[in-house]
């Protein structure tokens, strides 16, 4: 495995409208050690597959049944070479000198295992500005992740050593798996930040994977799974209850409210056992 060389992952679902521009992002880089891995998740959209297959004397193609973007992800790293890792959601795009600038980043701190650069938000053709809960932090952030997901895949890069040791994405979890992973790693090494935007991020469009999915019941489960790990420090262990009774205690509300008394009955018992 060669050192200071990267594995781009890029996990695709059904993407015609995107993925062409994504993965010509990717090649577009000013950094040349890297290897491009795009995993068609069973995609059955003809176009997804034709697009992918124009660049294919260019990268690595994986071809797999749909399994989410979890499994394409993983899958990806258990096909990759590289030390460190990318990863490149395909509605997403890179600006040329994105990995060139994280490289260098861990060339001048080698104590670091994961950075991740500032983004560009643009949603239905349109730039829009994050709110304040989305402010992204540099460091130890273990705290400012609890609330929701503040590390954007497309914009990290990672050190294998972190998967071999935290473990990778969670495949049970179809939504909030990067929340998840994050957690599992900012509880434990910083996650810095690159306070410049070297990444677009499109949203808005009907297939994005959040559109329509009650996220916070996710978050839910990734949060009982962490405080069940006996990996925390007692002021984390402490936070993360924290913010798991909040989130169960909004989560049952809204279940009651769109009658959906199972699923809150379900959230009620486990509130019992944190209190």
């Not at 697009?51 to 749909?66: G, V």
């Not at 890792?85 to 080698?110: G, V």
């Not at 950075?115 to 994050?130: D, R, S, V």
């Not at 993360?240 to 169960?248: G, N, R, S, V």
Request: hydrophobic letters at 35%.
């Amino acid at each position: 495995m060669k050192k200071n060389t990267i594995s781009v992952i890029i996990p695709v679902y059904n993407r015609t409208d995107f993925v062409r521009e994504a993965i010509q992002s990717a090649l577009d880089q000013t950094y040349e050690n890297i290897e491009i891995i795009v995993v068609n998740d069973g995609s059955t959209d003809k176009n997804t597959i034709k697009i992918i297959d124009e660049f294919k004397q260019k990268i690595l193609i994986i071809n797999q049944e749909n399994k989410g973007v979890s499994a394409a992800r993983n899958t990806g790293i258990d096909h990759s070479s590289c030390d460190w890792l990318a990863f490149l959601d395909s509605d997403d795009l890179w600006l040329p000198e994105k990995l060139k600038r994280q490289m260098n980043f861990f060339i001048e701190n080698p104590n670091a295992h994961i950075c991740q650069t500032e983004e560009i938000w643009i949603k239905n053709g349109k730039q829009i500005f994050p709110k304040k809960k989305h402010k992204k932090r540099s460091g130890m952030i273990f705290k400012h992740c609890l609330p929701l997901c503040i590390v954007s895949p497309s914009a990290v890069m990672i050190h294998r050593s972190l998967f071999d040791e935290i473990g990778t994405f969670d495949e049970s979890l179809t939504a909030c798996e990067d929340y998840d992973l994050w957690l599992r790693i900012s509880c434990k090494y910083p996650i810095y930040l690159l306070d410049e935007p070297l990444i677009i991020k499109r949203g808005g469009h009907s297939d994005q994977l959040s559109q329509g999915i009650r996220l916070d019941r996710f978050r839910i489960r990734s949060l009982n799974k962490l405080l069940s790990s006996n990996v925390l420090t007692d002021e984390q262990q402490r936070e993360a209850k924290k913010e798991l009774i909040k989130k169960c205690t909004i989560y049952k509300k809204g279940c009651l409210k769109h009658g959906r008394f199972e699923e809150a009955e379900r959230i009620a018992q486990l509130l019992s056992t944190l209190s």
